[in-house]
């Protein structure tokens, strides 16, 4: 996991009563994730050390869990005793800068946007002419590249003037509709942002298309549905069963576990670089649905609609090794979740057409906006963050996307 040295821990490693006690400290603690948003600290992964107030030489003293970078330094300092007893560390004080700034590059509280009003949205384009643009994503020139039934992916202008992406039905994208798929769902981008990941979530096809090129090929030939995949830096694959759909079943079984909750066989999926044959990383859900993955902290997190939480784990990206797993309630039936780089995981809630971000350091839910039962854009399931993380529009099973501001 990455790790960020900080004040508490330079303290933490003054306070250990024995040198042999500071090098097993100094090579043993993994710190704190990055993702840690102040200095405010649980000490459960250190109790095993024998640990002294700072001065008292009490043995498992409770320690601070606020510290600032003053009352460390000035602790340090003014106590002769520990001057006396640990002399052999004071080169240690020359590393406090480096410590400092550790606690300097940390990510300040997360601030919740502001409330969205459904006056200051507008359907993308005017003419609602899209077809399903379950899921999107924006481009630098601000296209938008959504989600399209038949065509797979298409490519919307600032303007409103759209056209099919990539040629993909010629690639072998077929649609059928006596079963319904492939049906295009979740519509990602690549660690690098070359690239664009398009799911079935009936047929069980994974596509990569090339942004540049306008080039795509199958990735990946699931059993079953996929209703979102995400391709990490180290080339690996995660992507999301939603349940044991096939296109014999269509629609009817991709909606049964609504009918039925006891039906968990939703699960998320990891296809190693280099491999053919993908591994259930977590299964027994009930409906698995969004997915984002957080290569800076790792943490994967993973939307169980008809369990109204989202699952979240520590994650080694390089080896695919995930660690336990804990949740996050959420209002009724998560859908697709994204990452906005500033400390909130945004969510869209069809059932009771909510857009709300999370605060991952509280866990606590912020509602964004209301999607009024009008809108275009029809059931709302998916949400497009510009460059800065903000809301840039709302995507749905309707006939257009809900664009935010002018």
Partial sequence: MTTLLTPTTFCMCWRIGARAETHAVAASIGVWPQDRRSLNCRLSTIRHYRLHACGKGEDDAPMRTSLSPAFMLRGCLNSKAIARRHANRWPLLALMPVFLAGCTSTTGA?????EVNSSSTHAH???????RPEDGVLLADSRLIVADKEHGLRILSAHGTHRPFAALVDAGWKYDETTSAPL????TRSAD??????TDVIGGQIWLVDIAAEHGERLFQHAFGVNAARLDSHGGLWFTQSTQVTPAGGHDRLLAPFGDPSLRDGALWHLPAGSSEPR???GDLCLANGLAIDEQGNRIYVAEMIGDRIWHADVDFSSGKVGPWASIGTPQHPDNVELDGKGGLWVTCP??????????STQQWHHVMDIPTNAACGLPTGLVLDD???LHA????????LRIGE
Wanted: aromatic share 2%; net charge neutral.
């Fill in 184 to 187: 295009s769902n979740g519509v």
């Fill in 193 to 198: 942002g070359t690239k664009v990941i398009l």
């Fill in 280 to 282: 259930i990383v977590r």
């Fill in 388 to 390: 800065k993380g903000d």
């Fill in 351 to 360: 059932s009771v057409r909510q857009v709300g971000v999370i605060d991952l």
């Fill in 394 to 401: 709302v995507t749905g099973l309707g006939s257009a996307v």
């Fill in 110 to 114: 997360f601030t919740p946007p502001a």
């Fill in 125 to 131: 384009p005017a003419d609602a002419s899209l077809d």
